[in-house]
């Protein structure tokens, strides 16, 4: 069974940077089109970057510039790189993994196939 694991979460001001990372297991990593979404408190959960295929990325427009979503499929994990951060950024970041690659279209949630359990992500002001 596959799984999902976040770490790199933590608390910053506004303007600095984290990197997270998702690391895979029990998973043929190289089927897979990764993505990262966020989930802010009292909002919906909303996608922030993908692998739209093995190399073509997407990024939501609020993150367009400052983040970068990267793979290392050697290591089999999925980085995010968030550079000036905003508090608005605050929310739990979740990784998710999906065998549909090369839609042409954001994937909706229910085509990712797996999803990790979340790491949180605070931007003070």
């Known amino acids: 069974q596959g799984q999902l694991v976040e770490s790199g979460g933590g608390s910053v001001q506004a303007g600095g940077s984290l990197r997270l990372s998702c690391a895979a297991s029990g998973l043929t990593y190289s089927r897979y089109c990764m993505g990262w979404f966020r989930q802010a408190p009292g909002k919906e959960r909303e996608g922030v970057a993908a692998?739209?295929?093995?190399?073509?990325?997407s990024y939501a427009d609020s993150v367009k510039g400052r983040f970068t979503i990267s793979k290392d499929n050697a290591k089999n994990t999925l980085y995010l790189q968030m550079n000036s951060l905003k508090p608005e950024d605050t929310a739990v970041y979740y990784c998710a993994a999906s065998l549909w690659c090369g839609l042409g279209r954001p994937r909706r949630e229910d085509e990712y196939n797996y999803w990790g359990q979340g790491t949180q992500v605070t931007v003070s002001s």
């Open positions: 692998f739209d295929s093995d190399s073509s990325t």
